[in-house]
């Protein structure tokens, strides 16, 4: 069965020139980009998304580096989206990510990792349905 994550290229990749690199690795992967807009995130938007951490230290610092400057959002659907896109982004800290994974290639660190992957299908759904509703 097909299901959906959301994968969104966030402003260091962006600004680092990437995104192209990193919209051909999806598409290499097989995914279907049902969606894809790029968008200068404002600080609410970035804290509705991340709500879930708003209680944590770096929720200021990680919402104010994503409302830091344009991203792209992606909508992707293939067979076991979900696992398959965080095993093709890697883990969150870059410098634990292995490499070949985008994070690994791409991140600088922790906050600055490149890319967002959905963490469970029913998160992809919401989080896809939070950018395109
Ligand atoms: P993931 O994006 O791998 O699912 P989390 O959901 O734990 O990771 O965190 C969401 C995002 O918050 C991370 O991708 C990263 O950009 C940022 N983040 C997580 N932990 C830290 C940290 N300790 N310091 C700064 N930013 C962090
Ligand atoms: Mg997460």
Known sequence: MNEVTLAIIKPDAYKNGVS??????IISEEF??????????????????YEIHRERPFFDELTSF?????????????????SKWRDV????NPAEAV????????????????????????NGKLESKYFFS
């Open 66 to 82: 994503m409302s830091s400057g344009k991203s792209i959002v992606l909508s992707l659907e293939r067979e076991n989206a979900v």
């Open 20 to 25: 192209g690199k990193i919209i051909d690795r």
């Open 99 to 122: 490499a070949g994974t985008i994070r690994g290639q791409f991140g600088t660190n922790t906050g600055n990792n490149a890319v967002h992957g959905s963490d469970s299908p029913e």
């Open 89 to 92: 982004i890697g883990a969150t």
């Open 32 to 49: 279907i980009i049902n969606e894809m807009k790029q968008i200068h995130l404002s600080k609410k938007m970035a804290e509705g998304f």
